[in-house]
């Protein structure tokens, strides 16, 4: 049984027993209003009576609910019924539409990098690199991978 399920069984079990307790209390009034003179016990009468009702409308909610539940469970199933190659097209095509970041990686053999490249999806970005600070190179980057950006989105650079 799912948690969910497990949850509104056990609510309703808390309800009828709400429900009960409510029964006893509105018999207890009773009882009272029929032994002693006046109706004394009218408050206690009208409280069990609410409890009983309370408990009557949470059942009530509690079904709506289940049914509204069953019928979202319904649709998301008929929903996942595409076929997985489209949802495969849609996951490409959104992938695609972002720029994937990774760290620049140093190229060269010596210990003075010349030139950085920068992985960005399918091509790189080559930075000289020579003594310039760091922020500079990073502008660098952010104004080349703009200018990609609106080029795939067809504006001019």
Known sequence: MKPAKQLGFLAKIVSYVVQAIGWLIRALGKAINWLLPGNPANGL?????????????????????????????????????????YRLLQLRQYEASRPQYRRAVPVGGTTQTTHTTYQMGQGAIVVQAGNRPVRELVNEIEAELERRRRAMQGATA
């Open 45 to 85: 009468v009208k409280f069990g009576q609410n409890m009983i009702d309370q408990a009557k409308a949470a059942r009530k909610a509690m079904d709506a609910t289940n049914k509204a539940t069953e019928a979202t469970e319904r649709m998301t199933a008929s929903l996942s019924n595409v076929p997985s190659g």
